[in-house]
């Protein structure tokens, strides 16, 4: 990767030593987008989205709810995606990609069973119920569960990678298992109300609400990984001296504070 | 304003005001937990990684394995 011809391409950053700063430069202008969506989007949902017509005001759940439960599937499909890169082309940095990811992706799959909980009560009469969606969604996280605690349980960095990635890779079958659920078998859960190829079957207002916040969840993502990897990076790659000069450069910082 | 008569109409949305700011805070407090998490574990590794750096030399850290006692302690 470090082949001169090389350097001024994309692959440049998959070099851990250049991708450390770039995360860095990148990752607070992502969370500075994701405050911007999310106080929009909130403004969208509670202000601007009219009043449901069957559900009244509970339906407002919905733009958390779906932003979450897609970058939960989303995630771990990326994660699976890293996985194969790292399995293919032994880049450890696709590895590290693929563990600071997992967290979110955990994070987003609590909130979407959460959110679907407490939206579930009062229009479903219940909490949860073993349907095919809500159960596909919770074996998601106990798939995010089982990666996070494989990865941080073997020591040896490279085995642990490349478990995590064999994990990562067959779970990424339960996600069109989820998605397509509510199609495949008679669940309680609704159908899509959002897809490729119908007209979204919501107040336009309503679905661009729930788009700004998808956005704002990906920019968060993006942000907050950004920033794991790179402690990631620091903790694998310490007996580099490019990571030496890092430290020292952050020892002054803090000794300049005190 | 339009959605809403007052403020407190809007913050019992409907009598739903549990489900749905039951949904919004914990979403909300679970990123801010992750986001201060985050932000933590680079302070500590960064201390760590220095004391690790002090520890073994700065030259030797180039070369040699972490001792695990060190690395591992206060993951």
């Known amino acids: 990767m470090n082949a001169p011809e090389r350097s ?42 009219p009043t449901d017509a069957t559900q009244g005001q509970v339906y407002r759940v919905i ?32 590895f590290v990609m693929s563990q600071a990811l997992a967290p979110t992706g955990a994070m987003f799959c609590f909130v979407a069973l959460w959110t679907g909980a407490l939206w579930g009560k009062p229009t479903w009469g219940a909490y949860w119920v073993w349907d095919a969606r809500l159960t596909s969604q919770l074996l998601l996280l106990f798939l995010y569960f089982g990666f996070i605690a494989l990865t941080r349980a073997i020591e040896d960095p490279r085995r642990a990678d490349r478990a995590g990635a064999i994990i990562a890779l067959v779970g990424a079958v339960n996600v069109p298992i989820i998605y397509f659920s509510v199609q495949w078998w008679n669940t309680l859960h ?33 942000a907050v990984v950004l920033w794991r990897a790179r402690s990631m990076i620091l903790e694998r790659e310490r007996h580099t001296e490019w990571v030496g000069a890092v430290l020292e450069h952050e020892a002054q910082l803090k000794g300049g504070r005190a | 304003m339009a959605q809403w008569e007052s403020w407190s109409a809007f913050w019992d949305m409907g009598g739903a005001a549990f489900y749905v700011w039951g949904s919004y805070g914990l979403t909300f407090a679970l990123m801010a937990l992750e986001l201060v998490l985050v932000l933590r574990r680079r302070k500590d590794t ?29 993951t």
């Not at chain 1, 851990?16 to 990148?26: K, Q, V």
């Not at chain 1, 733009?63 to 890169?85: G, R």
Request: proline share 4%.
């Open chain 1, 190 to 222: 609704q159908g899509a109300s959002v897809s490729l190829t119908k007209a979204p079957s919501m107040a336009t207002t309503m679905l661009l609400g729930m788009l700004v916040m998808a956005i704002a969840a990906w920019m968060y993502t993006i």
């Open chain 2, 46 to 74: 960064v201390t760590r990684l220095l004391r690790w750096r002090r520890a073994v030399g700065k030259d030797s850290a180039r070369k040699t394995g972490a001792p695990v006692s060190v690395m591992e302690s206060e």
């Open chain 1, 63 to 94: 733009f958390i709810h779906v932003p979450a439960a897609w970058m939960s599937m989303f995630i771990y499909l990326v994660m699976a995606l890293w996985s194969a890169v790292g399995l293919v082309m032994n880049t450890r940095l696709s």
């Open chain 1, 8 to 49: 001024r391409s994309l692959f440049r950053f998959a070099a851990p030593n250049n991708f450390y700063p770039l995360a860095g430069r990148l990752a607070p202008w992502f969370a500075f987008a994701a405050l911007v969506l999310t106080l929009a989007g909130l403004w969208l949902g509670f202000f601007v989205a």
